[in-house]
């Protein structure tokens, strides 16, 4: 998707609303919960390990379980107010106005938003990766959430 508005007749979603990339949540969480319980596993089948071994393999599955926990955290919501992005580890509030442009160029790992400070904010919880039907679809979504909510002036390619 290129950077100029969508000109779709669809409005906006209405608000309330929160982008998430949900597939790969679902990946991840699967392959967190998995990995946490064959290391249980291993750890309870083991004869030969010691306590602090076993708990040293439990202790691995949660401190894995816990960094994919992390990697699915990223979301956007939108309120009427403005806009919450939540990325891995910061959060940050913006009022619509200070959203510029809603950018997903072909390539790009996720969204970037071209904020009225001259600075860009990435913006995770759209990302192509596993659904890339669907972050083109969010994104556009945000896209018109931002030039509805904006400053009343659609973005100019």
Known sequence: MSAE???????????????RPTRTRAVLYTVGLAQLAALAAI???????TGGERISFVVTGLLVLAVL??????????RQEG????????????????????????G???VTLD??????LPVMGIQPGIAR???LRDAR???????????????AG
């Open 43 to 49: 750890a309870l089948a083991l004869p030969k390990l």
């Open 69 to 78: 926990l992390l990697l699915a955290r990223p979301r956007v919501d939108a």
């Open 141 to 155: 979504a945000l896209r018109q959430l931002a030039d509805a909510h904006g400053t009343g002036h659609p973005t």
């Open 5 to 19: 508005p969508v000109a779709d007749s669809v409005s906006p979603p209405s608000l309330p609303v929160t982008f």
């Open 83 to 106: 806009l919450t992005v939540v990325n891995l580890t910061t959060r940050r509030e913006l009022a619509w106005p200070q959203v510029l442009r809603v950018n997903l160029r072909a």
């Open 108 to 110: 790009d790992p996720w």
């Open 115 to 120: 904020l009225a400070d001259g600075t860009s």
């Open 133 to 135: 039907e669907a972050a």
